[in-house]
């Protein structure tokens, strides 16, 4: 079957760094999503993944391994406004999006 | 209006009620999808439409019906629905559907609740 495991919640300190952990198991990789979500909004997007290495897009990187089945969003210089749900999601070789249950992100003053 | 509006945000119903869920988008896109959003699980896609044409049906229950009149609005027609339909309903555009980098705008979500 097809899955994708993320932590279901992390607690970080305004200021601090956090990584966010995404392992896949999928029918074939087109491609690896991270979305946003603030409680009560729309999820939007972060950030798209489709070859090895790290896409540095301001404060977020987004990290693939292609061979490992591993994707990580790193979150620097923490804001309060940071706190929400960060998405996986990794398109099959159908163009399918599997998606993860989502982290939920707990940021401390 | 921008990106993709969802109406009604909030909706209470029982089970024997018929209502519907509106999307409209503003982008120009030619993919629209509902998807379902249940507490601590994944999205769940329920209905994918391409140039309004139905490209994908998720073995969803019939109580749920999509409806694309064009390519810019999409519904959902709800009917004796269940308790355990109760999640938040998202509706999403893309501009194309199954495609590679396929960026989905979503919208911010009708929270239905099932009495």
């Known amino acids: 079957g097809q899955n994708i495991d993320q932590p279901t919640e992390m607690t970080a300190t305004e200021g601090a760094i956090v990584q966010i952990n995404c392992t896949y198991q999928?029918?074939?990789?087109?491609?690896l999503f991270w979305y946003q979500q603030h409680a009560g909004e729309a999820p939007t997007f972060l950030s798209y993944?489709?070859l090895d290495g790290l896409e540095e897009k301001g404060r977020f990187s987004s990290f693939l391994s292609r061979s490992k089945g591993y994707s990580y969003l790193l979150l620097k210089e923490l804001q309060m406004k940071d706190s929400a749900s960060y998405l996986c999601?990794?398109?099959?070789?159908?163009?399918?999006?599997?998606w993860g249950a989502g982290t939920k992100l707990i940021i401390k003053p | 209006e921008t990106g993709v509006t969802q109406t009604p945000r909030h909706l209470v119903m029982g089970m024997t009620n018929k209502k519907s869920l509106k999307c409209e988008q503003h982008l120009g896109h030619n993919a629209m999808y509902w998807y379902k959003q249940s507490a601590k699980k994944p999205l769940e896609l329920m209905f994918v439409?391409?140039?309004?044409?139905?490209?994908e049906n998720n073995s969803v229950p019939s109580r749920f019906s999509p409806e694309c009149p064009n390519s810019s609005h999409l519904f959902l027609h709800l009917h004796t629905l269940q308790p355990e339909d109760s999640a938040l309903y998202l509706c999403?555009?893309?501009?194309?559907?199954?495609?590679?980098?396929?960026?989905?705008?979503f919208g911010a979500g009708s929270r239905l609740t099932v009495l």
């Open positions: 439409y391409s140039l309004e044409e139905r490209v």
């Open positions: 999601a990794v398109e099959d070789s159908n163009y399918q999006l599997i």
């Open positions: 999928t029918s074939g990789f087109n491609g």
């Open positions: 993944n489709v």
């Open positions: 999403a555009s893309s501009q194309d559907a199954g495609a590679g980098a396929n960026v989905l705008t």
